[in-house]
């Protein structure tokens, strides 16, 4: 006869709480292995305790109950390892992400930055291959590398080469409202035919306070706010969205350090450069 376990001795076999159990059993992630119909009180098997181990370390991990569900649903070894890997891929991502942020507030506690230099630029109407939509800023990130590959396959079907470094357009609402209507571009030359969300359009001409960032976009506040002080402080601010050039992309650089963004904040002059 199999030996039934209580959920109070699983749970110390195991080290998963009582309501950790509960909510893994409503969940179908870990079922017991047998309900008492009169009490309702659970009762697991000894075999249970290895994938409940397993359980435990997924979620140590911080791997979402359905992706565990999923791992221990795999059809095959091959299948099972390829979420596993997958899931440690993401965690490894979100901790140069956190290394990044903690060197980021290292350096800003170190005193303040070199200053900045800011030039101003009379930028001409620029005839471009775009994607527009709107978006929140929690989506922006895939939605962003999605449309600038989109625009690129579109330029190489079609044969037409870039005419200059790609850029995006962000309105005031995205940062105030954490959404707003964006646009990727790419500056072209030649004759382009839309195709699905790529279409062809003209950027009007534009007066731009221009600073230089280096190094990772996530860390672009700390190139923004010394460009918006200085715009602020001169009086030259005027409505309009912010128009990022990306010099040297994540295609172009071996590493985050050496990526080169131009920021371009809309300003009034009454005397452009020609």
Known sequence: MAVKVSIGDFSRMTHLSVKALRLYHELGLL?????????GYRSYALSQVPVAQVIRRFRDLEMPVDRVKAVLNAADPDQRNALVVE?????????????GVVASLRSLLDGPPSPLSIEYRSVPALRVAAITKFVTLSDIEPW??????????VLRDQGVSPAGPQGGLYPTALFTEEAGE???????AGQLA????????????????????RGALREADRT???????????AVAVFGAIRENYIITEEDAGDESQ??????????????AT
């Open 224 to 234: 923004y706010a010394p460009l918006g002080k200085h715009v602020v402080e001169h």
């Open 259 to 272: 990526l080169l963004t131009e920021i371009g904040w809309p300003i009034f002059r009454t005397t452009p």
């Open 194 to 213: 839309p195709a699905g969300d790529v279409v062809v359009r003209e950027l009007p001409a534009v007066e731009l306070a221009i600073a230089v960032h």
């Open 31 to 39: 079922e017991p292995s047998e309900i008492d119909p009169d009490t």
């Open 182 to 188: 964006v646009t990727v571009f790419v500056p072209i």
């Open 87 to 99: 899931h440690l891929k993401r965690m490894e991502s979100a901790l140069e992400r956190t290394q």
């Open 144 to 153: 962003w590398s999605e449309s600038f590959s989109n625009i690129r396959r």
